[in-house]
Structures are given as structure tokens and as C-alpha cells.
């Protein structure tokens, strides 16, 4: 009989599933966010919880299901207007690991509306532009997390993080 390895997503995953069935079922209801960027600290794309602790920022944008890592690469795209949060309205991947001196290009889907990628410390902004094949450039020289947002749809949980490392 083969053994079947579960990953702590996977159980976390089916737990949310289970809660929000439950939550249905019950007349209660559920803002079909993601718990992986709570307070309690986010984990990396391999569960193995080495990632920063995000202060829940990523708790609502509901693609958030941990970083991506795109460390070693000197250019990484990141879709502007993902699947997520009821429509087109996330980025994607939310998170992203990357080393110092690489370039994030942010790519325009065309769906979701005019979006735009705004730093939450003001160190950049892009022009809102709606429709496809737009591209804003940002290359981060320094280590640090950077966190950022599309101003019309923040509240929707439209916001993205750029952890850079050495």
C-alpha cells in the first residue's frame, strides 16, 4: 500500500474548505479570503514558515497562498490584473522572493479595470492604465520587504509583496 505525504498547505487548504462549508451550512458566512498572511506569520511557497511575517497585509488578497521563489533571476514578470478576489483584481504571484538587483516588471492583463502598483512607503507609483500589454519596471537594489497595492481596488484585497534578499 502506497503512503501518501500530506503537506501542511494541503491540510490548511482542506481545513478553509471544510470551515467554509460548514460556515454555509450554518447561515454564518465567510469573506472567501485567505488565512495565509495572518498576524500569526507567513510561510514560503514550501510551508517551511522562513518567510517574514507580513503583519497580516496579505490576509485578504485571496490568491495569497505563499511567496514564490525567483531568487538567482535577474528579471521576474508579475501579472497586473490575476484572477483573484472575486474577478481580476489581484496580482500574480501575490508574493514574490527575489535577490537584490533584480528588476520586477509588472505586466497589464487587460482584464479587471485600470489598475496601478503603488508602493505602501511611497518609494514608487505607475501611472493607472487599463487594457493589455502596459508594463511598470521597478528594480530593487536594497534587502527588505516591500509591500504595495492598486489604488481602486486595495479594499478588494488588490496588494502584493516583494520580499528582496542578499
Not at 454555509?24 to 517551511?48: P, Q, V, W
Request: charged share 15%.
Amino acid at each position: 500500500m502506497a503512503r501518501t505525504q500530506l503537506s501542511r498547505r494541503t491540510v490548511v487548504g482542506a481545513a478553509a474548505a471544510l470551515a467554509a462549508g460548514l460556515a454555509g451550512c450554518s447561515g454564518g458566512s465567510t469573506s472567501g479570503t485567505s488565512e495565509a498572511g495572518d498576524s500569526s506569520g507567513d510561510t514560503d511557497a514550501d510551508g517551511s514558515g522562513s518567510a517574514p511575517a507580513f503583519e497580516g497585509y496579505l490576509s485578504n488578497a485571496s490568491n495569497y497562498d505563499g511567496i514564490v521563489d525567483e531568487t538567482g533571476n535577474s528579471e521576474v514578470a508579475i501579472t497586473v490584473g490575476a484572477e483573484a478576489n472575486g474577478g481580476n483584481w489581484g496580482y500574480g504571484p501575490a508574493a514574490v522572493r527575489v535577490s537584490t538587483g533584480t528588476t520586477v516588471v509588472w505586466e497589464w492583463s487587460g482584464r479587471g479595470g485600470p489598475h496601478d502598483v503603488v508602493a505602501e512607503d511611497g518609494s514608487f507609483s505607475s501611472e493607472q492604465r487599463n487594457g493589455a500589454g502596459h508594463t511598470y519596471t521597478q528594480t530593487f537594489e536594497e534587502s527588505g520587504v516591500v509591500k504595495y497595492y492598486c489604488t481602486p481596488h486595495r479594499t478588494l484585497g488588490m496588494k502584493g509583496v516583494v520580499v528582496v534578499e542578499e
